[in-house]
């Protein structure tokens, strides 16, 4: 995998013209207070590959070309020049993340410097411009991500390379003196290796996240950034609330890795969910949202106001925040075989994503599970593979999945559904290579050359770091509101009860799929994160 890039210059049509707009006189008179004159000499570089991406440049007068960062793929080409009334930037500037190109003064020009707080505060109050701004932004970076060229995580350009098919792929084991061994590794801004990075490695190296001063007491932190967190995050953050979402892994919980949801209001030809949560994170940061990837909540300080939220980076790394919303969601559940850690990844996914379908196209595939997203991920994995086995634990799919994912299921030649069935064992040599399942509970084992596996068995709350601190239900979720019991509320230090999404602890809300007796569901998730901004307000206000 490789990294930067920079916009093409290549895109024809009505799009191009909206991924580099020429903003009118008019615009740019609107523009000039936000912002300040900046004379750049020729050659002058305001922005290079890795840099933080803190402010974009409206060209007044002259020309900064944006160019290409040369790998074996790519060779260091110009990619786009921005001419009088262009601005530079892409998505990348509302997360606060790095610049993925290097850009420079051609001639000698000036610009007009504008910060990233003060573009939030345009796009916050002058909807035209916000328009320009968010749609550029967003086509230039779907444009990276079209010619597979920038570093790489979900929904970040990158480019992937197969060492037993790409042709340069021998080169680039030379150039960064890698064995195959080594594999899987990212090389991150062309030029930092990463051998089978974390998370958080990978994170932090993409530079995804915004320095946060740590003194400071935000009204809101919102730990999860599922589809209740980032509905949370969207609402606050447009209501004026000082908001930062923490979230452990990538945006859009299990929800985003669905392949396709079609049963979420207004989109009737469906979405999937990565698509979903890129555009929920895209508006939660336009209003100004801040938002951590890859940090984990390890503990919650309930004894003392501000609340701190500790991170996994050490004792220093906390939050201060007047309120907290908890949109953790659910883990999931893990296949009962001795040696699953083996093959996680490597044969065995928790999601069915494109990158997984073209990885198992032509081959027979496994979905375990008999929820929706295990219908979602068969019938997605359908379109491709030779055939998919779907084993179901229970004696079948009416009481756990939507009618009309059973009927797509049902009428799908390449779908064969085995009911009572569940995996004993995994067999491999660094890969998956087959896998033994048992139909009853006394049947006998069948022995299947499956190499990919898509375990989809329901989940557990992500609750472990709240124990001691809130009233969870026998099951590990958060109770809230009515659900608490005289007992919980033994220590509630407040005249009022409890709002209704409000926990054991004033100020701290539960969201989604974490919370007691909520609808599993994407709409009542957004619809729940919604609901607690309201309550916030009114924590705020006490």
Known sequence: ???????????????????????????????????????????????????????????????????????????????????????????????????????????????????????????????ELSDIFLRAFILRRLQLIDRQQGDVVNGHPYKMVDLDSDAASQELLDRFH???????????????????????????????????????????????????????????????????????????????????IENYLGFPLGISGQELAARAYDQAQKFGARVLIAKHAIRLNCDRKPYRVLLGDGEDDVLLTRAIIIATGVEYRKLDVGNLAQFENAGVYYAATQMERR???????????????????????????????????????SSTMSR????????????????RTEIVALEGNGHLERVAWRSGRNGPVETQNVRHVFTMTGAEPSTKWLTGCLSLDDKGFVKTGPALTPDDLVHWPLRR?????????????????????????????????????????QVLAD
């Open 178 to 260: 890698l064995t195959p061994a080594d594999i899987p590794v990212v090389i991150c801004r062309g030029s930092v290796v990463l051998k089978n990075p974390t998370v958080e490695r990978l994170a932090e190296c993409l530079g995804l996240n915004p320095t946060l001063d740590r003194a400071q007491i935000w009204d809101v932190v919102i730990v999860g950034a599922g589809p209740a967190g980032l509905g949370a995050a969207v609402y606050a953050a447009s209501e004026g609330l000082n908001v930062v979402v923490v979230e452990a892994n990538a945006p859009g919980g299990q929800a985003g890795t669905s392949s396709k």
């Open 1 to 127: 995998m490789t990294s930067s890039t920079v916009p093409t210059s290549s895109t024809a049509g009505p799009q191009k013209n909206e991924a580099f707009p020429q903003l009118t006189a008019v615009q740019l008179h609107r523009l000039e207070p936000h912002g300040h004159r900046r004379k750049l000499a020729q050659g002058e570089v305001v922005g290079e590959p890795g840099q933080p991406v803190t402010k974009i440049f409206v060209v007044v007068s002259g020309q900064l070309d944006a160019f290409t960062q040369k790998t074996i793929w790519v060779s260091k080409d110009l990619a786009i020049s921005f001419t009088p009334g262009m601005f530079t930037g892409e998505r990348s500037v509302l997360a606060g993340g790095r610049f993925l190109g290097r850009i420079a003064a051609v001639v000698p020009s000036e610009v007009l410097e504008i910060d990233r707080d003060e573009l939030l505060q345009v796009m916050a109050t002058d909807t």
């Open 359 to 397: 990885m198992c196209s032509d081959e027979e595939v496994a979905v375990v599970g008999g929820a929706n997203s295990a219908g979602q991920a068969a019938v997605f994995l359908a379109e491709t593979a030779q055939r998919v086995h779907m084993l179901i634990r229970s004696g079948g799919l």
């Open 404 to 419: 009309y994912l059973i009927s797509r299921i049902d009428a799908h030649p390449r779908i064969v559904q085995h009911t």
């Open 497 to 537: 009860q409890p709002y209704l999404l409000e926990t054991s602890l004033p100020g701290v809300l539960a969201v989604g799929d974490v919370r007691s007796g909520s609808t599993k569901r994407v709409a009542s998730a957004v619809g729940e994160g919604s609901i607690a901004v309201a309550t916030v307000h």
